[in-house]
């Protein structure tokens, strides 16, 4: 650079609820991961999860539910913390990596792929596809790495199968919210109740689209709840489904209602284990009518931005396909294995695991629309045409 050149200036980052409003809330790209109700300084974002909605709106009726008076004189918090709002990708991707994906990194930037399960008999049992998400949680605090985990635990008795946001400092509270459930939460809300109890260092396991808020806050410096998600732990997901389908399709068609439901899983069909020890399998085409509105525009299958991606697919039931995203990552995997607290095998034994991921990470950006910003459908071929018979 000479002495006649100047370095280009940032745009000042102006964008706020009214944008946020309108090319996100309305359009069909929000998830309703509650970035935005978390990061808001001024606690004027509600969030709304009846009826199948998951959405955040605005509390003050003074102008409106698109627009923001705080927002106006200079509030940015809600955009900046929001994972769908604009060029979220290739900032996170900068910020994280260095660099942006390439194209043929579907299931986004990754260090290692490998199979991992927790060595913990109890742990293992507890947890789901091997226990591993579990398995960090508890050697993170045992480590003093995090003071508490933004988790989800069932509603009231433990029976509805509705997950809500929970937080958890103990063994057993990690324990008690081990398992999927397939219908959704926002883990993030759980965390005004940790930082009010003075957690300062959160652990955040969500779905994919969750699983990037912290790594977006931090990007975009939205605030003190970017700096206290020291973790994301991201689970892989390629929809997840209205609390309606319980009653409207597994009670209604096959006679099993939700209070009586162990455990499920999802592997090709929908599992459900059941208090009398009976197993049930349901067509997975037959619960698409169910699909969360907020998830059919996401293009992130693989928690692209998490420090460590988790999912159980594969052949493998009792293993857990594991992707390291970060420095961190790689350091908390690399503790828990000369700990013993976890096993690993490499991902080549199943091969069919990693073609799997890279096919729904492809299906899932397929979906991202074409009017949005570019960089989620970067390398996505397009659908095969299927031949007229």
């Known amino acids: 650079m000479t002495a006649t050149e100047t370095a280009p200036t940032k745009e000042r980052w102006r964008a706020q609820w009214a944008e946020l409003f309108s090319e996100v809330v309305t359009t069909g790209l929000c998830t309703g991961c ?13 969030y709304d999860d009846t009826n199948g909605v998951y959405r955040p709106y605005h509390l003050e009726e003074e102008l409106g539910p698109g627009d923001c008076g705080h927002g106006q004189r200079g509030c940015t918090s809600c955009t900046r913390a929001c994972p769908r709002f604009r060029n979220w990708e290739t900032e996170v991707d900068g910020y994280l990596f260095g660099r942006e994906r ?36 508890l050697w993170c605090l045992e480590h003093d790495k995090i003071d508490a985990a933004l988790v989800s635990t069932l509603e009231g008795d433990g029976r509805s199968w509705k997950p809500v946001p929970a ?13 999927s459930r397939y219908t959704y939460s926002a883990n993030t809300l759980a965390y005004t109740q940790a930082a009010a109890a003075g957690s300062e260092r959160l652990a955040l396991v969500g779905m994919s689209c969750q699983a990037s808020v912290p790594a977006v806050m931090r990007a975009r410096k939205a605030g ?18 209205d609390d309606a389908i319980f009653e409207e399709l597994f009670e209604a068609k096959y006679g099993l209602v939700h209070k009586d439901m162990v455990k499920m899983n999802i592997k090709g069909v929908f599992q ?18 169910w699909t969360r509105e907020g998830c059919k525009a996401c293009p992130d299958f693989a928690a692209e931005h998490a420090d460590i991606s988790t999912g159980g697919i594969g052949a493998f039931n009792d293993w857990t396909l594991t992707l390291v995203r970060t420095d961190l990552g790689r350091e908390i995997i690399d503790g828990m294995v000369a700990g013993g607290v976890i096993e690993t095998r490499p991902g080549d034994d199943d091969p069919g695991a990693i073609a799997l991921l890279r096919k729904l990470a ?14 989620p459908r970067l390398g996505v071929p397009p659908p095969k045409v299927k031949a007229q018979g």
């Open 362 to 375: 492809t299906v899932s950006r397929r979906r991202w629309p074409e009017t949005a910003a570019p960089a």
């Open 167 to 179: 937080v958890a400092r103990t063994r057993e509270e990690v324990l008690a919210a081990a398992g």
């Open 102 to 137: 390439l194209p043929e990194e579907a299931e986004g930037v990754s260090r290692d792929i490998f199979l991992a399960r927790a060595s913990d008999p109890e742990v293992l049992e507890r947890g789901q596809d091997g226990g591993l998400v579990s398995a960090i949680l």
């Open 224 to 241: 003190k709840a970017g700096r206290r998600l020291a973790l994301s732990i991201g689970l892989l997901c390629s929809k997840t489904f």
């Open 34 to 46: 509650a970035g935005c109700v978390v990061a808001c300084p001024h606690d004027v974002l509600g």
């Open 272 to 289: 459900i284990w059941m208090r009398d020890g009976s197993y049930h399998e349901i067509p997975l085409k037959e619960c698409h009518g």
